[in-house]
């Protein structure tokens, strides 16, 4: 087990090396004179003179490797470098939002869980049934709808006709329960299907045949045998959908105008600010490699054919 964690932390530090050349590379082969843009942040009419300095003050002069440690070492102690647009340390920027885009992914993913169960256990408790058919519509309702669209019907009904629920901001728990259903719904939907087809395999395979030639109850066959057989699939199929809600932050934060990471990628992007693009990316792709890490290190607990292989390694 410990030689299948240690080659998998080996192949995620190689991950965020290469995530943060990616990253790296972004901004050096970004259009136009980056010394330039900050020159003019600093004086609206920088002369060479200014603008050489700022090239000697950046390293911009200085080789690629070099740069790129320079940076690197720089990114690792939270200097993500200066806002174009502002002007100020992204760094502190960054770090101020982080909390509300892992509020959202967090509490998007909790709901998605319980959603998904809640439809795949009544699946699998009652197949063939209303219930059933019940479940399959929504799953198939859900992963069809994107996210800008179940947040605008949202707001619509729970804001704006019945008046339960804030529209923006992250004042209150009230005001995360939208953003929590928009960015989960379409993940509950995918991860209810993956429990309800689970669940019926699981069914099928002589241990569930045996304890229901026991007596068992179909419920209970479910809960003590069936489950734990899907939980490698589960937490793989979580684990996607964790990256995928990650990305649909881009779209829920602007839209019920959370101040995130997202958002603040968002307005990066507009204002051709690449040095907060290039800061947000690289916050993107190091939760996409630990996210994936944590599911590798996750099936290996819950799977006892990994769990042998590990021992035998």
Known sequence: MRTLISIRLRNAAVLLVLATMLCFTLVVSAPGNVAVLIAELRSPKAT???IRAVEEELGLNDPLVVRYGNW?????????????????SIGPALAGRLHVTGILVAGGAIFAMILSFTLGF??????????????????????????????????????????????????????WIMPWM????????????????????????????????????????????????????????????????????????????LKGVADLFLQGVLFRDFMVVQACLLVFLTSFIILNLLVDIGMMFSDPKLRRQGANA
């Open 182 to 257: 928009t960015i989960g719904l379409l993940p509950a939907a995918v991860l209810s299907r993956v429990v309800r087809v689970g669940l019926e395999e699981a069914m099928a395979r002589p241990f569930a045949l045996t304890a229901s030639a026991k007596g068992l109850s179909r419920g209970r066959i479910i809960f003590r045998h069936a489950l734990p057989n899907i939980a490698p699939t589960y937490i793989n199929a979580l684990g996607a959908q964790g990256g995928a809600m990650v990305v649909g932050a881009v779209v829920v934060e602007p839209l019920f105008a």
């Open 72 to 88: 690197l070492g720089s990114a690792l102690k939270g200097d993500l470098g200066v806002s174009y647009k502002t002007g100020e």
């Open 122 to 175: 009544i699946g699998a408790l009652m197949p063939g049934s209303i219930g059933d058919a019940t479940t399959r519509i929504i799953a198939l309702l859900g992963a069809s709808m994107p996210s800008f669209f179940v947040g605008a019907l949202l707001i619509y009904g729970l804001a704006v006709e019945l008046r339960l629920l804030p529209t923006f901001g992250s004042a209150g728990l009230s005001s």
């Open 48 to 50: 060479f003179e200014q």
